[in-house]
């Protein structure tokens, strides 16, 4: 939790609206993202968690821009970054905001990183493409970066391959190459799944650092509770390709009001237990391909009514940017 609740306040950075990203395929049309409603204010970290599954990187992924052509694509919506929809801007014009204004970290460290070119040449990569540096100017902002990210001597790491670095340096190498343009707003797509616990801390604390002095915005996907008491300000839960419930950290953890948020939070492990991949909650989360009618998880809702079968609810405001789809909370 940064400065706690102040966020609500400042202006709007992102605004997604009705996103829909869907797969087109041979068995029919998979909706990984069917609707999804959310802000990030300017300088706030936004917790995007549900289960494996649900739609967060592709929601990620469209925010970028960068969903799996051309097997899906976005097929409604608006994304207004800064009052800019990046939906209706060409190719090149996104990619002066992607890289520039807002960056990436991805889910796995090797895939973002190339084996065959130095860890310096791949952090410079954004700085000459976005920032039109070069030569010594640019280096210095590479080592500049990689000491932000506390990676120790700079000047000898920047020669080296990927592969000389462990997988918490690597990691943050890859931060480095999402900040060293200083970002508005960082998407990070569980950017410490492959860390153990005590690097997990140290990047945690790192990115918060460098969030406190830029006041860059952060989404934070991630399976695990602990990190988003611990990074986030609002919370967004998504299920079957949809945000259910959005709400700022302390009032979910208090007072959760759809019963999958409850049965998430339900599901955290106990202190001193064995951290696990992802949470369990009874049934199975739905076959994004044939999601069911009315709320997608009233065949595992232990409130579900009959209207909850056949139509979905409306958001219902909460305060704030508060809101949650559930008829219990119409009622
Ligand atoms: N390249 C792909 N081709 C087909 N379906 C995909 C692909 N990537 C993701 N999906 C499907 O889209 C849905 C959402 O996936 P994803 O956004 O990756 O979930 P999450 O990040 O929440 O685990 C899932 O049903 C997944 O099977
Ligand atoms: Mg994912």
Known sequence: MTEMSTTKDRPILLDVKDLK????????????????NFTVRAGESVGL???????????????????PKPAA???????????????SIDESDMREYR????????????????????????????????????????????LDALRAVRIPSPEDRVKQYPH??????????????????SPELLVADEPTTSLDVT????????????????GTSVIWVTHDLGI???????VNVMYAGRIVESAEVQKIYKDPQHPYTKALLDSVPVMGARRPRLYQIDGQPPDLRSIPTGCSFWPRCPAAMD????????ATHLGGDDFVHCWLAEK
């Not at 549900?50 to 821009?65: F, H, N, V």
């Not at 140290?202 to 969030?211: A, K, S, V």
């Not at 988003?228 to 609002?234: E, F, H, P």
């Not at 209207?307 to 409306?314: D, R, V």
């Open 21 to 36: 990203t869907y797969f087109f395929q041979r068995r029919g049309v998979l909706k990984a993202v069917d609707g999804v």
């Open 49 to 67: 968690v549900g289960e494996s599954g649900s739609g967060k990187s592709m929601t990620c992924l469209s925010i970028m821009r960068l969903v």
């Open 73 to 87: 694509r976005i097929v409604e919506g608006q994304i207004l970054f800064n009052g800019q929809d990046l939906l």
């Open 99 to 142: 890289g520039s204004k807002i960056a990436m970290v991805m889910q796995d460290p090797q895939t973002s990183m190339n084996p065959v070119f130095t860890v310096g040449n791949q952090v410079e990569e954004p700085i000459k493409l976005h920032l039109k540096e070069r030569g010594a100017q640019a280096m210095q902002r590479v």
């Open 164 to 181: 000389q670095f462990s997988g918490g340096m690597r990691q943050r190498v890859v931060a480095a190459m999402g900040l060293a343009t």
């Open 199 to 214: 690097i997990q801390a140290q990047f945690l604390g790192l990115i918060r650092d460098i969030q406190k002095e830029h």
């Open 228 to 234: 988003v008491a611990q990074m986030c300000d609002r």
């Open 307 to 314: 209207i909850c079968k056949t139509e979905y609810p409306p």
